[in-house]
């Protein structure tokens, strides 16, 4: 057994996440942003899905702790908290740095730098940069510097991943490449994350569960995806593409509503 498969295997069950009633409003609206309640344990990989303006990245900058609630509750389990990374829709690169000195950038701001110089060549190797390690943002295609912005993200060893559409401006193969990449690390690594995409195809490829969120911030659609091995022929099925009707369908019926 595989030390990611033991530590999954010692957690099955656990509640990682848990909101209730939870709810986020700024100053300038009338109404919620966020009004809902749902549950992640551990393990399992959760898709958030939704129109514009539903409040999916507010849902995940609470998630991370870099916005607050308003009001209800919001637990996370003590094996998680400071143990989650966040990823954003552009890599945000720090453009003088090299691909070796933006993923070391974390674990010089919490003071974790020394001695880690093999493992961030390892890592970056891992994500197919090897030959990348000293290279500057200017120079990297589109999906090598969100590789090099997913490898800053997993230097700190986190349990958890928040990402917000990191694929979303990248050409459709390398969007599949990268899709099947986080596959990937989520085997090796046991790595558990909450995924926003306004694909459709992307949230059923990607998760164990997928919630579709309406405008007002609630969670119109919360259901489980039960897929064997997951590779890019899963989406010429038959079962994979009743999935990406069904939420197509509400998806339509939620934009008319609104």
């Given at each position: 057994?595989?030390?990611?498969a033991?530590?999954?295997?010692a957690t ?20 919620d942003t ?7 344990p ?11 303006g539903c409040?999916?990245?507010t ?5 991370m702790?870099i916005?607050a609630p308003?009001?209800?509750?919001l ?11 966040y990823?954003?829709?552009e ?20 003071g ?10 390892t ?8 030959e ?11 999906g090598?510097?969100?590789?090099v912005?997913?490898?800053r ?5 986190p349990?958890m991943l ?7 401006a990248?050409d459709?193969?390398?969007?599949f490449?990268?899709q099947?990449l ?5 085997e090796?690594?046991?790595l ?19 919630l579709l969120?309406?405008?007002s911030?609630q ?9 064997g091995?997951?590779?890019?022929s899963?989406?010429?099925s ?13 998806f339509?019926t ?5």
């Amino acid at each position: 057994m595989t030390d990611a498969a033991a530590r999954a295997d010692a957690t099955i069950g656990e509640t990682l996440i848990d909101a209730h009633d939870l709810t986020k409003r700024f100053a300038n609206r009338a109404q919620d942003t966020l009004r809902l309640s749902f549950s992640i344990p551990a393990r399992q990989c959760v898709s958030l899905l939704g129109p514009s303006g539903c409040g999916k990245t507010t849902l995940l900058r609470v998630l991370m702790g870099i916005e607050a609630p308003t009001g209800g509750a919001l637990t996370i389990a003590p094996g998680l908290a400071g143990n989650v990374s966040y990823v954003f829709q552009e890599p945000r690169l720090v453009p003088w740095r090299s691909s070796f000195e933006n993923v070391r950038l974390p674990l010089e701001l919490t003071g974790r730098d020394a001695e880690r110089s093999g493992e961030i060549r390892t890592l970056l190797a891992s994500l197919g940069l090897g030959e990348r390690v000293e290279h500057f943002p200017r120079e990297l295609s589109g999906g090598m510097q969100m590789r090099v912005a997913l490898a800053r993200a997993l230097i700190t060893q986190p349990k958890m991943l928040l990402l917000d559409e990191p694929f979303a401006a990248l050409d459709e193969r390398t969007r599949f490449r990268l899709q099947d990449l986080l596959l990937d690390l989520r085997e090796r690594l046991g790595l558990q994350y909450v995924f926003v995409t306004h694909s459709i195809a992307e949230a059923v490829y990607l998760g164990d569960r997928v919630l579709l969120m309406n405008r007002s911030g609630q969670i119109d659609t919360d259901r489980a995806i039960s897929f064997g091995k997951r590779d890019q022929s899963l989406k010429l099925s038959s079962e994979f593409n009743a999935q990406v009707r069904a939420f197509s369908e509400r998806f339509a019926t939620l934009e008319r509503d609104a």
